[in-house]
């Protein structure tokens, strides 16, 4: 699986828009890029996944450059309820054994009031 | 849907003593796994399965034990208590690539397990 870079921390300000960067330059072209978040002590929530197409529902919205080697996932309008840690991931798409998602040591988004 | 769910939510044993975590699933997903998180080491894989009757090792196997005997329900067993499992555990599972296109996983709420 590709190697994924996030920045250990980000902050931002309740009501605006949290753009949390993920450097994913080796991923291979079959490869999806997801995205999974951990509010403290409860078990990781999937928020959302592409593969090249901008994708979007009802929690975030994902941006991927065109040469697909980093994303932004975009949360419009933060809550203090969305402050967790967020994991990029990437990984093929269709499983043909296992089910492991490495989780790498995300970012720490904490929205403030 | 209940989605996953796992029992005990807190857990306290002794050194040496055995016990089952319980994981539970509603969804109809072939795929289950058992993850265990510590401090500064991210979610590792314990063991999984994808489908009743297969089971496989992840990358921390040793000391658990799992069987699958049928699609809703994922037990990990605890065979011999040991302080370095204290953790927490999280049960996961997810469609096959038969049944939908995805990889998304669908995670418990976890097991705080304490070994002294």
Not at chain 1, 89 to 102: A, D, H, K, M, N
Not at chain 2, 13 to 42: F, I, V
Request: hydrophobic fraction near 30%; include cysteine; proline fraction near 5%.
């Amino acid at each position: 699986d590709a190697k994924t870079t996030q920045p250990p921390s980000m902050d931002c300000a309740e009501g605006r828009a949290a753009n949390l960067p993920c450097n994913h330059s080796t991923i291979s072209g079959n490869e999806y890029v997801y995205w999974y978040r951990q509010i403290h002590s409860q078990g990781p929530q999937y928020i959302i996944h592409g593969l090249k197409n901008n994708e979007t529902n009802e929690m975030a919205s994902l941006i991927i450059t065109e040469d697909r080697k980093s994303s932004t996932l975009i949360l419009p309008h933060a809550t203090l309820r969305d402050t967790a840690v967020y994991y990029c991931i990437v990984r093929v798409g269709r499983e043909t054994s296992g089910s492991r998602l490495t989780f790498g040591e995300g970012t720490q988004l904490t929205v403030n009031p | 849907n209940a989605g996953v769910t796992q029992t005990p939510k807190f857990q306290v044993l002794k050194t040496g003593q055995s016990m089952t975590l319980q994981c539970a699933q509603d969804m109809n997903h072939e795929y289950m796994s058992w993850y265990r998180q510590d401090p500064g080491m991210g979610l590792r894989l314990i063991h999984y399965s994808v489908g009743a009757g297969i089971t496989d090792q992840g990358e921390v196997p040793n000391g658990y034990n799992v069987s699958r005997s049928t699609t809703e329900d994922f037990p990990l067993r605890l065979l011999s208590a040991a302080p370095s499992q204290t953790s927490v555990y999280f049960c996961a599972s997810r469609a096959s690539a038969g049944q939908t296109f995805s990889y998304e996983q669908y995670f418990g709420p976890g097991t705080r397990l304490t070994v002294t």
